[in-house]
């Protein structure tokens, strides 16, 4: 009989927002070979640098309803007053490719695919403290100072899902936690 087409496996980042996710991310898909961005949908406004089809698909929260009623999404959330999704489509093309996956996720997002898809490998970035965590989010200099507030009062309520992850690495050093996320993704790879 001939072998089952090799299937991807998810590896699913979550962090709170100013962490270095966005940063941690982009380095891992340039350091690992055969790892997918899944790039969500979101109804939030595109950050000045961000790119419409490589950071999100930015769309309206009229076109993201839809998608909630119509099933287009393989989960959703309301994080910090906007929507984020991961359309089933475009994750089940990747999939289909044969290579592995890496999303970002928020901690609802994380739980509802991992339950989905339990050969998931999920990882939580911590930052190194709180203040620190404000200090990236004040320099990062794309959030307003309200945006700033609501992304620290969920931080601590995010921080203590930790638990619920395979896996947890502190971005306190950049390249120390490049190099500890290259290896997680290795160890799970023949
Ligand atoms: P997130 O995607 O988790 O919201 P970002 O990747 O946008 O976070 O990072 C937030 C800010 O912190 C950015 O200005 C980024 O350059 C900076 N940053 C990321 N990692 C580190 C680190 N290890 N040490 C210091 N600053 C960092
Ligand atoms: P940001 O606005 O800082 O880019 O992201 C805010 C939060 O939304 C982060 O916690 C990020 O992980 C999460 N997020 C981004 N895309 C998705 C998605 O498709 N689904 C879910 N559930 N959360 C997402």
């Given at each position: 009989?001939?072998?089952?087409?090799?299937?991807?496996?998810?590896?699913?980042?979550?962090?709170?927002?100013?962490?270095?996710?966005?940063?941690l991310r982009k380095?891992?898909l340039q350091?690992?070979?055969?790892l997918?961005?899944s790039?969500s949908?979101?109804?939030r406004p595109p950050?000045?640098?961000e790119v419409?089809g490589?950071?999100?698909?930015?769309?309206?929260?009229a076109?993201f309803?839809e998608?909630?009623r119509g099933g287009?999404?393989?989960?959703?959330?309301?994080v910090?007053g906007?929507?984020?999704?991961?359309?089933?489509?475009?994750?089940?093309?990747?999939?289909a490719?044969?290579g592995d996956?890496?999303?970002?996720?928020?901690v609802?997002?994380?739980e509802a695919?991992?339950?989905?898809?339990?050969?998931?490998?999920?990882?939580?970035?911590l930052?190194?403290?709180l203040?620190?965590?404000?200090?990236r989010?004040?320099?990062?200099?794309t959030d307003?100072?309200?945006?700033?507030?609501?992304r620290?009062?969920?931080?601590?309520a995010e921080?203590?899902c930790?638990?619920?992850?395979r896996?947890?690495?502190?971005?306190d050093?950049?390249?120390?936690?490049?190099?500890e996320?290259a290896a997680?993704?290795?160890?799970y790879?023949?």
């Amino acid at each position: 009989m001939p072998e089952a087409p090799r299937r991807g496996r998810l590896f699913i980042l979550s962090a709170p927002s100013g962490t270095g996710k966005t940063t941690l991310r982009k380095a891992l898909l340039q350091r690992v070979p055969n790892l997918a961005y899944s790039v969500s949908y979101t109804t939030r406004p595109p950050r000045p640098e961000e790119v419409e089809g490589r950071d999100y698909r930015f769309i309206s929260k009229a076109d993201f309803e839809e998608g909630i009623r119509g099933g287009r999404w393989a989960e959703w959330a309301r994080v910090h007053g906007h929507y984020y999704g991961t359309s089933a489509e475009d994750l089940e093309r990747l999939l289909a490719a044969g290579g592995d996956v890496l999303l970002d996720l928020d901690v609802q997002g994380a739980e509802a695919l991992a339950g989905r898809f339990p050969q998931s490998v999920t990882i939580f970035l911590l930052p190194p403290s709180l203040e620190e965590l404000e200090r990236r989010l004040r320099a990062r200099g794309t959030d307003s100072p309200e945006a700033i507030a609501v992304r620290l009062r969920n931080a601590a309520a995010e921080m203590a899902c930790r638990d619920r992850y395979r896996h947890v690495v502190v971005n306190d050093r950049l390249p120390a936690a490049l190099e500890e996320l290259a290896a997680i993704v290795g160890s799970y790879r023949p």
